[in-house]
């Protein structure tokens, strides 16, 4: 786990406040408290998280063990304790190093793990060598008490990585396990790589990661330079390390792990700042180093190191590696995927065929899901490899990499099975063999569902347009049935009615043309007028029944006919307006048409008590509207809603033929009907 500064002790503030206040509060100390000021370090370290909170002035002197002015992070030892130092009020010019001895005036803080002093101002005397530091060993290091000490321990070195420019030495002392780490930035070139798995002696400060109960967590030192990590003196001249194949690892009177050796190999992978994958005469083999190595796939190198147990093959974890030459890598080995589980072909370069089953990416690259004959591994292309084209899922992919295996049983005692991944070297390392057939199975289930959806939606619509069918012959007949009756009622009414009294006045004609010849005039006058009036209604009768009238007139002369015929009383005027170039439509549309407007004329004429009556019709590209405006009384429209067959009719009429209606009126405004139908 690699650190940055604001993760430690100390660094997160108890108090905070702006510069000028934060000095005006330290000046104020003697006259507020009235308490004698601590001076120790080991004093102020014993208050209680509570009592430390209550601001307790503070005058120390000391040395200061550990400066970072960019991470504000300061530790002051005075000679027998060591203490951090929290926001301290000064400017980058007088900024104390490491060394000064200085003086220290500030408040207690409670801190986050340990009290500290807050507030402070620093007053620095002089620079002198550090103090010698205390000798610790790996169970001190593990105590919560010696944080914030100036401490130095004997420890093993790991590894030594690099991180931002930070270098850290992963160590061990006895049964502690700590980092220690050197601020950077620092050049590669300058970092011990050489010292990982070796004894060394650290001097530096020792920090501490917590959580939010102020319960340690992990152990880390702070160094302030290379200087302070000395490599301890083996007590024997070391041997020149041998070279050796990677066959002869582990193997009985074969290299152990106290065993310095080298080992040549050519690079089929780097993975910077973790290792490298050699291939050997013997193998491939894992050299684990966080050493910058400029090794291309291809470039032979020789490694210098301990060996090191893996979990299916010997590792090499060296302290140093080096470019050689330029060496070959051999075709990588075909296999199935169960055959590469074998441990011989860990860190091998294999080829596989597989079905892809999908594709994600990570923080470590891009991730292929594979399977072949029931075995589902991974393979991975880093980020820095090249980024891989779109693959379609169900591919026959042939990959070729690094086999990585991971055992199942005391590695990883949840697991089941070994697991295998495949690490790619470039996106050339994936070809499509084949690509998935079309009729995936999930593709059948669709393409079924979809054909037993089709018919379904067939036998729906068939039912409705049956059913459709049905309630038109339906309605259909019911109007036929009310059409008869109302032709019924009409003759009856009229026409009927009219030849019974024709035949009346014909009877007293006959009766008094002897006595009385001018009574019996005046008799067939009347029988006169009343066929004139029967005959009209006849025609009226006859019109109703056939609207166009057999093609005997258009539209347009059927509606001013009956304007004619509806005013000839006298009181209303009408005149009829024709836009466009009229045409014949087709029969339904006209009988519609002329129902509408006898509709509105009469409406016009009876109820409205319009004085004038404009009848207007447009012909458009493939629409006609006909529009009756009046200049009667006029009503509201919505109280007329549901009410009276007329309008209702109107509607039914324009709808059936998927046109529109409007009527537009008020009160004392006169009315407006208007309908366009498609044509």
């Not at 402070?120 to 002089?126: D, H, L, R, S």
């Not at 294999?350 to 072949?372: H, I, K, N, Q, Y």
């Not at 002329?594 to 004329?601: A, F, H, P, T």
């Amino acid at each position: 786990m690699l650190l940055h500064p604001a993760t430690a002790s100390g660094v997160c503030a108890s108090m905070q406040f702006s510069p000028p206040v934060l000095a005006l509060l330290v000046a104020l100390i003697p006259f507020v408290s009235g308490a004698a000021p601590l001076t120790t370090a080991k004093e102020i370290r014993a208050l209680s998280p509570d009592k430390a909170a209550q601001g307790l002035p503070v005058e120390l002197s000391g040395v200061i063990t550990f400066a970072n002015e960019p991470a504000i992070t300061l530790f002051v030892h005075d000679g027998d304790s060591g203490i951090f130092i929290e926001q301290p009020v000064q400017g980058a010019a007088t900024w104390p190093r490491t060394g000064d001895r200085v003086s220290v005036k500030g408040v207690t803080g409670k801190g986050l793990f340990v009290p500290v002093i807050a507030a402070p101002q620093i007053a620095v005397q002089g620079n002198q060598p550090l103090p010698g530091a205390r000798s610790i060993t790996g169970e001190d290091l593990g105590q919560p008490d010696l944080d914030c000490d100036w401490v130095s321990i004997e420890a093993q070195v790991k590894e030594v990585l690099m991180n931002d420019g930070d270098v850290v030495f992963e160590c061990q002392a006895g049964p502690c396990e700590f980092h220690a780490l050197i601020e950077g930035p620092l050049p590669p070139e300058s970092v011990p790589w050489g010292l990982a798995e070796s004894r060394v002696r650290i001097r530096g400060v020792v920090a501490t990661i917590f959580n939010a109960s102020r319960q340690m967590t992990r152990r880390f030192m702070r160094v302030n330079a290379l200087d302070d990590v000395k490599p301890l003196d083996r007590g024997t001249a070391e041997a020149e390390p041998r070279l050796i194949g990677a066959d002869e690892l582990f193997r009985f009177h074969g290299a152990g792990p106290e065993d310095l050796v080298r080992l040549r190999g050519t690079t089929m992978l780097a993975l910077p700042g973790r290792g490298l994958f050699l291939r050997t005469d013997a193998g491939g083999i894992w050299v684990q180093t966080a050493q910058p190595v400029d090794a291309k796939p291809g470039t032979l190198v020789e490694v210098e190191g301990w060996p090191r147990v893996g979990a299916m093959k010997p590792i090499i974890r060296a302290r140093g590696a080096k470019v050689i030459g330029e060496g070959e890598i051999p075709p990588p080995l075909h296999l199935r995927a169960r055959e590469v589980l074998h441990a011989k072909h860990e860190s091998e370069l294999v080829s596989l065929d597989a079905e892809l089953l999908d594709v994600f990416r990570g923080e470590d690259g891009t991730t292929l899901e594979l399977r072949d004959s029931g075995v589902v591994f991974r393979g991975l292309l880093a980020e820095t490899d090249g980024a891989l084209p779109d693959f379609i899922a169900g591919s026959t992919l042939r990959v070729a990499g690094i086999a990585q295996i991971t055992s199942a049983g005391a590695f990883a005692p949840l697991q089941e099975e070994d697991k295998l991944l495949v690490r790619l070297r470039s996106p050339g390392d994936i070809r499509v063999v084949a690509l998935p057939s079309w009729w995936t199975t999930r593709r059948v289930v669709v393409a079924a569902g979809s054909i037993i959806a089709g018919m379904l939606g067939i036998y729906a619509v068939a039912r409705a347009r049956r059913r459709g069918e049905q309630e038109t012959q339906r309605r259909e007949f019911e109007a036929v049935l009310a059409e008869r009756g109302r032709f019924a009622r009409e003759i009856h009414d009229s026409l009927a009615q009219g030849l019974t009294s024709i035949s009346l006045q014909l009877e007293c004609v006959r009766d008094e043309i002897s006595a009385d010849p001018g009574r019996a005039k005046g008799h067939l006058e009347t029988a006169r007028g009343l066929v004139r009036d029967s005959l009209r209604e006849a025609r009226r009768t006859v019109w109703n029944l056939r609207p166009l009238a057999l093609g005997e007139a258009d539209l347009a002369t059927a509606l001013q006919r009956f304007a004619e015929d509806l005013t000839r009383s006298g009181g209303t005027t009408c005149s009829q307006q024709i836009e466009g170039s009229p045409r014949p439509l087709p029969a339904e549309h006209e009988a519609a048409l002329l129902r509408i407007g006898q509709e509105s004329l009469t409406n016009a004429v009876r109820h409205s008590a319009a004085e004038k009556i404009v009848l207007r019709l447009r012909y458009g590209d493939d629409w006609v509207t006909l529009s009756v405006r009046d200049d009667g009384k006029g009503f509201d429209v919505a109280e007329r809603v549901g009410k009276g067959f007329g309008l209702a009719g109107m509607h039914e009429r324009v709808e059936a033929l998927r046109g529109s209606l409007s009527i537009d009126s008020k009160p004392g405004e006169g009315t407006e009907v208007s309908a366009t139908l498609p044509t």
